[in-house]
């Protein structure tokens, strides 16, 4: 019999040159090693122009299957995509990444074991091989979240079972978004409580993990602590993250990642709609803080 797909979630959110960039470099992968995948493409932010153009743009792939959504869908029943009406306060909730994770966790997605990649996570080609080869070891697992020294724990993919979700039905949806001190860390000192003496409970503490999801570990660990056993850290292997350091040095591997990006996985095409984007703008200041600008632009403009 076939092997069951991998599901991977990925959630293009305001632009469009992300999430082409990524589903061409994971369905890429997935074709080397000839792995079935499911790809749920989540459409956050961005105009139903900007969605039609995405999937006139998107790769396909061979044992690929990828189902393009909009944020929220099913939800509205007089609105078929709540970014067409921007500019108000619920909006601006709505298009939090977080609140779209509990929509997706808690109400869309089928049971089962969902791979979530940020919008900007490069896969290598021996990706999906690897991660095939040790999905099984991850089966009683709620969540899997990735191990770094410093990043947060969220980033660039987790792992979530959405059967948590049976845990989750009295947590806020609210309190998807963000924690009471929001990303103001300092103002916790060293007061956080945890409620097992499991070292892994230490690494998923608020210093360095995404408020997000930190809240859902504190409300589940606060009512079952058992439910330690199935959380797990992993260092996700094959997948860069192409994100801007800010403060911190520049790491080499960063730079000749965005290059390698450059010269394969980006089409100038990609950015047809995006030029004006947040994103885009914080991608430029990135090219140009690594010394990339010019041969990206150049790249565009021979398109």
């Known amino acids: 019999m076939p092997a069951d797909p991998l599901r991977f979630v990925l959630i293009s959110y305001s632009c469009n040159f992300w999430g082409l960039a990524a589903l061409r470099a994971l369905l890429a992968s997935a074709a080397e090693c000839d792995t079935p995948v499911q790809v749920d493409l989540i459409h956050n932010g961005?105009?139903?122009?900007?969605?039609?153009?995405?999937?006139?743009?998107?790769?396909?792939?061979?044992?690929?299957?990828?189902?393009h959504i909009t944020a929220y869908e099913g939800v509205f029943q007089q609105v078929e995509n709540y970014a067409a009406f921007p500019g108000s306060e619920f909006n601006r909730h709505l298009r939090h990444h977080g609140f779209v994770w509990n929509w997706?966790?808690?109400?869309?997605?089928?049971?089962?074991?969902h791979y979530l990649l940020d919008h900007d996570a490069i896969a290598d080609p021996p990706?999906?091989?690897?991660?095939?080869?040790?999905?099984?070891?991850?089966?009683?697992?709620?969540?899997v979240f990735p191990h770094y020294?410093?990043?947060?724990?969220?980033a660039p993919m987790f792992s979530c079972d959405t059967s948590v979700r049976d845990w989750l039905s009295e947590f806020c949806d609210l309190g998807w978004t963000t924690g009471v001190v929001a990303y103001e860390r300092a103002r916790l000192g060293r007061c956080e409580r945890f409620?097992?003496?499991?070292?892994?409970?230490?690494?998923?503490?608020?210093?360095?993990?995404?408020?997000?999801?930190?809240?859902?570990?504190?409300?589940?660990?606060?009512?079952?602590?058992?439910?330690?056993d199935r959380f797990a850290l992993k260092r996700w292997e094959h997948l860069q993250h192409l994100s801007d350091p800010g403060t911190m040095p520049v790491d080499p591997r960063l730079v000749e990642l965005v290059d390698r990006t450059i010269r394969?996985?980006?089409?100038?095409?990609?950015?047809?709609?995006?030029?004006?984007?947040?994103?885009?703008?914080?991608?430029?200041?990135?090219?140009?803080?690594?010394?990339l600008l010019d041969r990206f632009q150049a790249k565009i403009a021979r398109g």
Request: charged share 25%; hydrophobic share 40%; with cysteine.
């Open 46 to 67: 961005k105009s139903r122009t900007m969605i039609d153009h995405f999937r006139s743009c998107a790769a396909r792939g061979p044992n690929a299957t990828v189902t």
């Open 264 to 291: 394969g996985a980006f089409q100038a095409e990609y950015f047809r709609l995006d030029s004006h984007s947040i994103a885009y703008a914080r991608f430029e200041k990135l090219l140009t803080k690594i010394g």
């Open 195 to 228: 409620y097992t003496d499991r070292p892994l409970e230490r690494h998923i503490r608020r210093d360095y993990f995404d408020d997000t999801l930190h809240n859902v570990v504190r409300f589940l660990l606060s009512r079952w602590p058992g439910l330690a």
């Open 127 to 143: 990706f999906v091989g690897w991660l095939s080869g040790i999905a099984g070891t991850l089966a009683d697992k709620l969540f």
């Open 104 to 113: 997706l966790i808690k109400y869309r997605l089928p049971r089962g074991r």
């Open 149 to 154: 020294d410093w990043k947060s724990l969220t």
